[in-house]
């Protein structure tokens, strides 16, 4: 079975890894060994240059060493090391790796990032959502990230506030329900059928109270925990547990929010 940071670096054209300033990572001393993380034959790298030990919760430090040992590969270094992965949502295939965007570019549209989610590659693939590296700016700068096979920026952007997500990954197998990892500990699986209804039944919410009167982003903030915007109408209060019924038995799960 190919791990999942396999399928990530072949998926970028498994290339050389190299530091967020484009600068190839130097093989350590000593003879290749098996992978502590993925098990394959051929890592050269030592446990230092994979991640800090400052910024691994004890649930993943135990994921990282799965298979003992402290040597690492090629492709679990580059999804270590490669900073797009921190600033992009993505999949990861045989077709490559298709980046998306979750927030709208200063001079075009909103993207619609929750059908990018629901459109994976055939499988199998592997699904990163790096929400924190997100908030903290990594839409905004992601083309001053390096990359294979392209010119390494001259303003290269070396650090971002932001959390490993193709380090722990998880192998999709199916488009129908399919694991999701956001950041470093936040996985889930995805029910596509659970989400479109989910969605549909979202999207009138949010119509009917923008309908009353609500802005939009009051309408939207609805939904977190399904209770009626304020100033809402008689009417829309009236017909709020109709309209919320079909969204209420996944507000307490992981995903929701």
């Known amino acids: 079975m190919t791990a999942p940071t396999r399928i990530v670096w ?66 679990c270094v580059f999804c270590s090391k490669t900073l797009r992965l921190r600033c992009l949502s993505w999949f990861a295939s045989a077709a490559g790796v298709r980046f998306w ?33 997100i908030g903290h700016g990594g839409e905004a700068h992601w083309r001053r990230t390096w990359w294979p096979g392209e010119a390494t920026p001259t303003d290269v952007l070396v650090k971002l506030q932001s959390k490993h997500v193709a380090l722990y990954a998880r192998v999709a197998r199916s488009r129908d329900r399919y694991p999701v990892q956001v950041d470093d500990a936040g996985e889930f699986l995805l029910d596509r059928d659970v989400w479109r209804r989910a969605r549909e039944a979202a999207c009138q919410i949010v119509a009917a109270g923008i309908s009353d009167g609500s802005a939009p982003f009051a309408a939207k903030r609805a939904l977190l925990q399904l209770r009626a915007p304020d100033r809402a109408s008689v009417a829309l209060v009236r017909a709020w547990p109709a ?11 992981k995903w929701w929010r």
């Open 10 to 75: 072949e998926a970028a054209g498994s290339p050389v890894p190299c530091a967020t300033d484009g600068e190839v990572i130097p093989f350590s001393r000593g003879a290749a060994t098996h992978c502590a993380g993925c098990n394959s034959a051929d890592a050269r790298y030592s446990v230092d240059t994979l991640v800090s030990s400052n910024f691994v919760p004890t649930r993943n430090a135990n994921r990282l060493q799965a298979f003992g040992g402290n040597r690492y590969c090629a492709a």
């Open 243 to 253: 309209l919320t019924a079909p969204l209420r038995p996944h507000v307490a799960t």
């Open 101 to 133: 965007r979750t927030r709208a570019e200063s001079d075009g549209p909103a993207p619609d990032a929750l059908s990018s989610l629901l459109d994976p590659p055939a499988p199998p693939f592997v699904a990163g959502v790096p929400l924190y590296g």
